[in-house]
C-alpha cells in the first residue's frame, strides 16, 4: 500500500496550502488518519490527526490555522493550511492505519517552503 501526497509547495508567509494524501493499490477503507512533519535537523512530529469518525486533533503550533479533513469514500484526507509561517516549513508526510492493528501506512513526503 503507497500513500500519496500532493499540495506542497513554494509560499509566502501568510499564504496558504491544501494538502492532499490518498493511497494507491486498496480496496479497504482506511483507520485513523494523520499528517506528520519534519523540518530539516528535527524529529517527525505529529501535527493533526483525524478518526474515521471524523475526530480531529490538532499540535498546538497549528491550532486555528490548519484544518484536516477526509472523504472516507476516496479514503483522502486533507491537510487546510491557513495563515502559513516560516517555522511551518518542513517536509509534510501522510500516515495511516488500515483495518488490522499492525496495519499502517506511510506516503514519500511532500515539501512545504514558507518563505518570510
Known amino acids: 500500500v503507497q500513500l500519496v501526497e500532493s499540495g506542497g509547495g513554494l509560499v509566502q508567509a501568510g499564504g496558504s496550502l491544501r494538502l492532499s494524501c490518498a493511497p494507491s493499490g486498496i480496496i479497504f477503507s482506511l483507520n485513523a488518519m494523520r499528517w506528520y512533519r519534519q523540518a530539516p535537523g528535527k524529529q517527525r512530529d505529529l501535527v493533526a490527526s483525524?478518526?474515521?469518525?471524523?475526530?480531529?486533533n490538532y499540535a498546538d503550533s497549528v491550532k486555528g490555522r490548519f484544518t484536516i479533513s477526509r472523504d472516507n469514500a476516496k479514503n483522502t484526507v486533507y491537510l487546510q493550511m491557513k495563515n502559513l509561517k516560516p517555522e511551518d516549513t518542513a517536509v509534510y508526510y501522510c500516515n495511516a492505519d488500515g483495518p488490522f492493528s499492525d496495519d499502517n501506512y506511510w506516503g514519500q513526503g511532500t515539501q512545504v517552503t514558507v518563505s518570510s
Open positions: 483525524i478518526t474515521s469518525g471524523g475526530s480531529t
